[in-house]
């Protein structure tokens, strides 16, 4: 749920070169990354229920802010979601250049859709088995290049002297990696489903940040040591160099390890995210039929139907613009989910917590801090985008802004007598 592998790295190194990229690298995930792993470390041990951070914030701030936090997280989601099939397509268009042209990248992306939501169908653990094989596959390719780089490393070009590294170029560098270190709060929402999530959820978070970590620097520091020029590189760039490294054989397997990493990436945010329509039909804000489930393996089978059709919504814009508006709307969840972080501290300072981060109370404020820095770099390489016509600013205002709107809306609906309720009850 937070890394398909080093794939959508490419842009990053081209806008700063491969020193500035492994420092960013580096850098993003003691600021932005660890703070948020160590705050679902100890809420995810603490309260392991289904709908992961709605039922924290809702518990800690209430009704209103709970509402907020899930409705910003599937508003981010629509973004989020329609970026891994743009890439999918991306990545397969290097083995069959003709998937490249209209219409065939809407009815690929519209197709991936549709196979996560059959798998998530088999259940969370069928998506589980399948994200672990996934990585493996995706991530081996990358191994036998950075090998292969390091025993040859001057087997390419050496690198051209960089350009100066602007301000802009910085900030939609940190952009890009918040995007490829972000979502660790994901995987609060199937607590319910895991097992031991007291112990499993603190172990997970601190092993996959090492691990992630170790995925993106290891290979971007081999290619920077075997002299390759990072201004050419663009999203599918780790092709060609496999391909001048290991031949056509690992050239191919980096492509279809991109096919993988989009669609893993995929399957297991579909898994997150189709279980707050879930909560949220168990708390009166959506119609009861959003919970409905298999009983054979409890998948939520309208909740993913509706994200699924929710999600073709965005299919077409552009990969920065995506990455800008999904951490934006998340970065505003989040820090929701800080702030509740901090309530509870307050508020319930006897609840059991199996993993509890040291420091008290002033450690809990501090912790963030560092993503809210990173939010507010965010909304400055954002004062210049735009989205639907609108500059990218004002559209997330309006998004955010909408979330009390549907909340009264919502609330409304949910204490008119059932025969007064559309599609319920009349004659």
């Known amino acids: 749920m937070v890394s398909g592998g080093p794939y959508g790295l490419e842009e990053l190194v081209q806008k700063t070169g491969f020193g500035a990229a492994i420092a960013i690298l580096v850098a993003t995930p003691l600021v932005w990354s660890l703070p948020t792993a160590l705050m679902v470390g100890e809420l995810a041990a603490a309260v392991p229920e289904d709908g992961g951070y709605y039922v924290w914030v809702r518990r800690a701030l209430g009704d209103f802010w709970g509402y907020q936090g899930a409705w910003l997280s599937l508003a981010a989601s629509v973004f989020d979601m329609a970026i891994y099939p743009t890439l999918f397509v991306l990545y397969l268009q290097r083995l069959w250049p003709a998937m490249g042209q209209p219409p065939y990248p ?11 939501a059959a798998w998530n169908m088999a259940g969370a653990r069928a998506v589980g088995d399948g994200s672990a094989l996934m990585t493996v596959l995706l991530v081996a390719p990358f191994a ?4 292969f780089a390091l025993l040859s490393p001057r087997a390419m070009p050496v690198a051209s002297a960089p350009s100066p590294l602007t301000l802009g170029d910085a900030g939609s560098g940190i952009l890009i990696a918040m995007w490829n270190y972000m979502g660790w709060d994901n995987a609060s929402t199937v607590a319910g489903e895991v097992h031991r999530p007291q112990r499993t959820y603190p172990v997970a978070v601190f092993v996959a940040i090492a691990l992630i970590a170790a995925s993106y620097t290891i290979p971007v520091g081999a290619m920077w040591y075997a002299g390759v020029d990072p201004s050419a590189w663009q999203t599918g760039s780790w092709v060609e160099v496999a391909r001048h490294y290991g031949g056509a054989v690992l050239a191919t397997s980096v492509v279809v390890g991109g096919m993988l990493s989009s669609l893993g990436m995929f399957n297991a945010l579909c898994l997150s995210y189709s279980r707050l329509p879930v909560v949220l039909a168990r ?48 970065g505003t969840s989040l820090v929701l989910e800080f702030v509740a972080f901090v309530a509870l501290r307050r508020r319930e300072p006897d609840l059991p917590r199996p993993f509890l981060v040291p420091g008290g109370l002033p450690v809990a404020i501090l912790l963030g801090l560092g993503p809210l820095l990173v939010l507010g770099v965010t909304l400055a390489d ?14 997330g205002a309006l998004v955010v802004g909408a979330g009390p709107i549907l909340y009264g809306v919502t609330r409304r609906l ?14």
Not at 317 to 324: N, P, W
Not at 415 to 420: A, D, F, I, K, V
């Open 144 to 147: 036998v290049l950075s090998v």
């Open 106 to 116: 809407v009815l690929v992306s519209v197709l991936v859709i549709a196979a996560c």
């Open 382 to 395: 954002n004062l210049h985008e735009d989205a639907f016509g609108l500059n990218a600013l004002v559209f």
């Open 283 to 330: 708390d009166g804000y959506l119609p009861a039929a959003c919970a409905r489930r298999f009983q054979a393996n409890d998948a939520p089978w309208v909740a993913i139907l509706l994200c699924s059709a929710l999600w073709t919504a965005s299919l077409g814009l552009s990969f920065k613009r995506l990455v800008s508006l999904d951490i934006l709307l998340y």
């Open 414 to 427: 949910s204490s008119l007598p059932l025969r007064g309720r559309a599609g319920v009850g009349g004659d």
